[in-house]
């Protein structure tokens, strides 16, 4: 499983969802997934393989869901879009950093 962390798995099913989303913000999220969906990179997920970015937006969505089932606009663009095209600048292309506090993210998107 791709999500082993300390933290539990978020909800399965669709991060954007269109049933209940407002067109704009629908059209923002849409866009968000269609930068994404360029990464060359892929991982399983949900038994689908995805772009490596776009699964990462899906799953933090998901979980941001999970915390709060009606979260604000503000708050899905943010969990959909906070891994824009990180391909193009990759982790190890920034300084080294000591974190403190929890990692809680999974540990394939490390």
Do not use: M
């Not at 539990?8 to 994404?36: C, E, M, W, Y």
């Not at 970015?53 to 899906?58: C, H, N, P, R, V």
């Not at 190890?92 to 506090?101: A, F, L, R, T």
């Amino acid at each position: 499983n791709i999500f082993s962390s300390n933290c539990p798995r978020a909800s399965s099913g669709s991060a954007n969802n269109t049933n209940s989303t407002p067109a704009r913000l629908q059209q923002v999220l849409d866009a968000i997934d269609k930068l994404n969906s360029q990464d060359p990179r892929t991982v399983t997920w949900q038994g689908q393989t995805l772009p490596y970015e776009l699964a990462y937006s899906q799953w933090l969505t998901d979980w941001v869901l999970k915390l709060d089932p009606e979260p604000s606009e503000e708050l899905r663009i943010v969990a959909t879009g906070q891994h824009v095209e990180r391909w193009k600048t990759p982790r190890s292309s920034y300084p080294e950093v000591s974190s403190q506090g929890v990692n809680c993210k999974p540990a394939q998107f490390g």
